[in-house]
């Protein structure tokens, strides 16, 4: 399950109940609790006109809670912007006045109002004349004091609020305000004309008990920005816009609560039998562990339960026990996230026997827990959650005292996989209630990526309202207005099963945008329709629901291509234009494009820089007949992925009519203790020894590839991968037909491979994509290796593949050795290229075998000092330059912490070409720590070039004015062929 520290603490944090769940005889209230009542009549209506003609006043007990104070202190705040008058807050009703009465006080008992029958969160607002009471159970303790800082969190804002809650509604109904996101822009308030108060007499409560979502995730204004979705800040401003959406005040609940057991602590060393067992006989104790569901642990979480809702603390359990208060009425029976299948024979009988003997077997120890505490008499309820990979309904009788939650995807699921909701509901029969997912984690981790779906999370909850009880929607997303609609949908929802979500949407369209809400209205629709399509299906894992969402090329090129981008500019224009009148409408639609379409644009441009870089990534390869294949062979080096290891890992391609040849010879200093065994053919833990890894794509496409992996034992495994979205779907069927043969040379090691030809499609005439890798496994200890040095996630990564060109030679390259395969001389000089002679201190100039792009090595500039040091260059000269022509310069470039030590020049790394003058690539030199990226760029050069041999044309890689390193690898220089206009 996701989910971050504060999150945690709903485990175990309960709220100080009004009403008590055990006291009504079960966990949730449901249809027991007073049904809505809504009678507003119009004929007799009370009018209340603005700007300062209105004779107002809210009315507080002298002695009301600090909550009620607050519901006072936002209608006053409100009501003066309103109606652009004082309202001033008193604390006994004047004669004359219209007054609003707030909280359940001597005042609204005198005027008959029944405040018996007030559930949880429920409120009253009943007008009486020229009075208005608006009145519900408060807290007699908490407030907003509560809502700001490092301490509240989740478990803190669980108090009641219902005056709070009728004052929001009051505002929204009659006062015509809305709260759609914190601030200023994201509130709605009409001015300009008086407010009809017509005859009330409501009683309102929600349809949900459960309400909740990830109030604190997700930047926003003035927080410090987060470095995951999963980054928390608590503030008021999101406490707020919760209290806003009425979310929950009470939780039951049900998140890995059999871990605040302390069953490691506890048992790992005396009885590590109660832990999962792996293949190889060891015990499961990472983390919190993971348990042996067949041993006397079971057992004992029955008596540590048993104890607990009798208020004792269990035997070998430090106390206090982690509550926020010492209400026993629940335990959190769910087991700990990241659920591992036991492998001892007993569970085993269970675990590999699929999906629904999991589930009966892991709900089976639920249940005796269960039923023990019924055959004792004791009192409260265990709570557990259907979770992959026993989500499944059992077949088994669930006890009454048991209350379940589900987690599903929700909103963002297909029906298929939100189907397991009412087949709970149905087997229990009584409601469950909901863990769902509309998070950017895991594959849809995609920072600048609008993920608005209010159509979908409405009709959602709409659709399985009848089953359930409620949801706890986790959210964690970059950016909190991303999900902003979405919270506010979710809140009226949840609150009234039967709201209408057209008609919600159409309303906040209009209050915001005005005169351009249709369009608005389309973009946003956009906006979800094609977060929906990158959502894409979804797979349960250990760690919960995964996504496999859209591949970044189709994101780019035809979900996000700059087509639909312009497209979704010119409607942002079209909506500035038709607001053009409305300030306010004009100051959102500009606050909605800087925060959606803006990011977008940016994340286009980074890829589009990327995708550069990997058709950039390229070298050349000749076919030929078999007697000259060697003579042609394509030379590559594999680069430490992640550390820095620089051992030889040298990879040499060879392609005749017949066969692809691939030779792999490795350093290997500690060849004798390198893991690996020799295993049957396709054994799918073949991965995790010592060996080496090819990636083919002949045709060059990018959507599919053959991998093949052959470890130091000569084993081998081969299958074709088709990719759909950025996950490879395996082939195993597929066979290479290769020829493996494995020698160990002092050390090292070598691999040679044979492939016929005929077993892979027909080679792209222009040259194919792949990825070599190496994983170094010794003393058990993994090392990777890879040629492409682009990968971000995994070697499975076919956007990152280089390419193998066989068609076409490139434009002459006017720098000499760009590629620094070259040994460094004395006096700063390699190949082609000089340096100073003698080094400015804390200056550095190497060649770096631990990360380059082409060969085997790269060229580094460093400088460690703290002082100014004006610049240092590795260059040479340019003799073929020409005058007036036009030219192309191309080069990768990686950076680590370049810090400017001045302002004035251009501190930074930067390519220089002199001409006749100057031109630098950037303008605006690297800065900061990046990862190898590419760099193309067009320039004419001067009249003058290379017409005094005083000033010959040059080429100069720059680190100036700041500390830092940059590497830099594959320079060119192309002239680029002449145009008519030239």
Not at 87 to 92: D, E, F, Q, S, Y
Request: hydrophobic share 35%.
């Amino acid at each position: 399950m996701n989910r971050s520290c504060l999150l945690v603490s709903i485990c175990f944090a309960l709220s100080a109940l009004g009403v008590s769940a055990t006291e009504n005889g079960f966990g949730f209230l449901g249809d027991s609790r007073p049904p809505r009542k809504i009678v507003i009549r119009n004929q007799d209506s009370l009018e209340i006109p603005s700007r300062g003609a209105a004779n107002l006043e809210i009315v507080l007990e002298e002695k009301a809670f600090p909550v009620t104070k607050n519901a006072a202190e936002e209608l006053q705040e409100y009501l003066q912007k309103r109606l652009e008058t004082t309202l001033p807050i008193v604390n006994v009703p004047s004669d004359g006045k219209i007054s609003f009465v707030l909280g359940i006080n001597s005042f609204s008992k005198s005027a008959g109002i029944d405040d018996s029958k007030l559930c949880r969160d429920a409120f009253i607002i009943q007008r009486k004349g020229r009075v208005i009471y608006i009145l519900g159970k408060d807290d007699p303790k908490s407030g907003f004091r509560n809502a700001e800082g490092r301490y509240a969190g989740v478990s803190v804002q669980l108090y009641e609020r219902g005056t709070l809650f009728g004052v929001y509604d009051f505002l929204e109904r009659f006062a015509g305000i809305r709260f759609f996101w914190p601030g200023e822009l994201g509130t709605v308030i009409p001015t300009g004309m008086s407010m009809q108060i017509p005859e009330i007499d409501l009683y309102d409560r929600p349809d949900f008990e459960a309400r909740y979502y990830s109030v604190y995730n997700g930047y926003w204004e003035g927080e410090p920005p987060q470095k995951s979705p999963r980054g928390l800040y608590c503030s008021l401003a999101k406490n707020l816009l919760g209290y806003r959406n009425r979310l929950q005040t009470y939780e039951v609940p049900c998140s890995h609560g059999v871990i605040l057991l302390r069953l490691k602590e506890r048992f790992a060393k005396t009885h590590p039998e109660y832990f999962a067992q792996r293949k190889d006989g060891s015990r499961f104790l990472e983390g919190n562990g993971q348990l042996c569901l067949s041993s006397p642990v079971t057992r004992y979480i029955t008596e540590a339960v048993e104890q607990l809702l009798q208020g004792k603390l269990p035997e070998g359990i430090p106390g206090p026990w982690p509550r926020r208060n010492t209400q026993r009425e629940f335990f959190d029976h769910h087991y700990e996230d990241g659920f591992f299948p036991c492998e001892c024979p007993l569970c085993q009988a269970h675990y590999s026997k699929g999906l629904q003997e999991t589930a009966d077997f892991v709900w089976g120890t639920v249940v005796k827990t269960a039923d023990s505490l019924k055959s004792k008499g004791i009192k409260g309820y265990v709570t557990m959650m259907a979770y992959w990979p026993y989500n499944q309904v059992p077949n088994l009788d669930i006890p009454d005292n048991v209350l379940v939650m589900v987690a599903t995807i929700g909103p963002w699921g297909t029906p298929e996989r939100n189907s397991l909701i009412p087949k709970w509901y149905h087997k229990l029969k009584r409601k469950v209630w909901l863990w769902n997912y509309s998070c950017k984690l895991g594959n849809l981790e995609m920072p600048g990526i609008p993920c608005t779906t209010p159509k979908a999370t409405g009709k959602f909850y709409k659709t399985m309202s009848p089953f359930i009880y409620g949801s706890f929607l986790e959210t964690e997303v970059d950016k909190m207005i991303y999900h902003y609609l979405d919270y506010y949908i979710y809140g009226k929802v949840a609150w009234d099963n039967h709201a209408d979500v057209d008609a919600l949407l159409k309303d906040h369209y209009r209050s915001l945008f005005g005169p351009a809400a249709g369009t608005m209205e389309k973009i946003f629709s956009t906006f979800e329709a094609k977060w929906l399509r990158i959502a894409g299906k979804t797979v349960e894992t250990p760690l919960g629901p995964q996504s496999m969402p859209t591949g970044e090329y189709e994101l780019w090129n035809e979900i996000y291509s700059p087509k639909e981008i312009a497209g979704l500019e010119n409607e942002f224009n079209i909506a500035r234009k038709q607001a053009a009148g409305d300030k306010a409408a004009s100051a959102r639609i500009q606050f909605i494009r800087q925060e959606f379409l803006v990011p977008l644009q940016k994340r286009i441009a980074i890829y589009s820089r990327n995708n550069d870089r990997a058709a950039a990534f390229a070298v050349p390869m000749k076919p030929a007949d078999s007697g000259n294949a060697r003579k042609e062979a394509a030379v590559l080096y594999l680069q430490p992925w992640e550390h820095n290891d620089p051992l030889k890992s040298k990879v040499q391609l060879m392609l005749d009519k017949d066969f692809l040849t691939i030779e792999f010879d490795m350093d290997e200093p500690e060849i004798s203790q390198v893991t690996a065994s020799s295993r049957k053919q396709d054994d799918l833990s073949l991965w995790e020894d010592n060996g080496v890894e090819i990636f083919l794509d002949p045709e060059g496409t990018r959507k599919s590839y053959y991998h093949i992996i052959i470890n130091s034992k000569g084993s081998v495994y081969d299958m074709k991968n088709v990719v759909r979205g950025n996950v490879p779907v395996k082939d195993l069927s597929w066979d290479s037909g290769g020829n493996i043969r494995v020698e160990i040379r002092p050390g090292g090691w070598k691999a040679t491979a044979v492939f016929p030809r005929k077993n892979f499609p027909e080679f792209n005439k222009k040259g194919f994509t792949a990825n070599f890798g190496r994983n170094r496994v010794v003393h058990s200890k993994s090392t990777l290796f890879s040629w492409s040095p682009f990968l971000t996630r995994s070697f499975h990564e076919p956007e990152a593949f280089g390419t193998l060109i066989f068609d076409g030679c490139p434009a002459e390259n006017l720098v000499s050795d760009g590629d620094f395969q070259v040994e460094m001389k004395p006096n700063q000089r390699f190949g082609a290229w000089s340096s100073f002679w003698t080094l400015p201190k804390g200056v550095s100039v190497d060649l770096d075998k631990s990360t380059f792009i082409f060969g085997d090595r790269s060229l580094r500039l460093g400088y460690s000092g703290n002082t100014v040091v004006r610049g240092f260059q590795v260059s040479q000269l340019l003799p073929k330059m020409k005058p007036n022509t036009q030219y192309r310069i191309r080069y990768f470039v990686k950076t680590k912490d370049i810090t400017p030590l001045q302002t004035a020049g251009r501190p930074g790394v930067t390519v220089n070409v002199w001409s006749d003058q100057n031109h630098f690539f950037p303008r605006a030199p690297w800065t900061g720590t990046h990862d190898w990226n590419f760099e193309s760029y067009e320039f004419k050069s001067g009249p003058k070039t290379n017409a005094d041999p005083k000033s010959p044309a040059y080429i100069m890689l720059w680190l100036g004015g700041a500390s830092g390193q940059a590497w830099f690898d594959g320079i060119r220089l192309e002239e680029l062929p002449q145009t008519q206009d030239q």
